[in-house]
């Protein structure tokens, strides 16, 4: 997969970024910081984006139990508040 990074030279030394993934941004003092910095973010950014996936398909595979229904046994008494008093 092959994404566009971009940096910019600050005053403070560099920052970089991805556009197609946000989250994917850093700073570093030199170039070659920045460079291996953002490297690391967009790893952590595919992770966590895989984290998240899987935990939304595991949610939307996992079949949902159906109510379960007490039956009253045959010949059972009805009883109700106002049957009580």
Do not use: C, W
């Not at 984290?51 to 939304?56: G, I, K, Y």
Request: hydrophobic share 35%; aromatic share 6%; net charge positive.
């Amino acid at each position: 997969m092959k994404f566009t990074a971009v940096y910019m030279k600050v005053p403070e030394g560099y920052v970089a970024f991805v556009e197609e993934l946000p989250g994917a941004n850093t700073q570093g003092e030199t170039l070659d910081e920045a460079r291996a910095n953002l490297q690391e973010a967009v790893s952590m950014v595919l992770e966590a984006n895989r984290e998240l996936s899987e935990q939304s398909r595991l949610r939307i595979s996992t079949p949902r139990r159906k109510p379960h229904h007490i039956r009253k046994p045959k010949g059972s008494e009805n009883f109700s508040s106002s049957a009580a008093s």
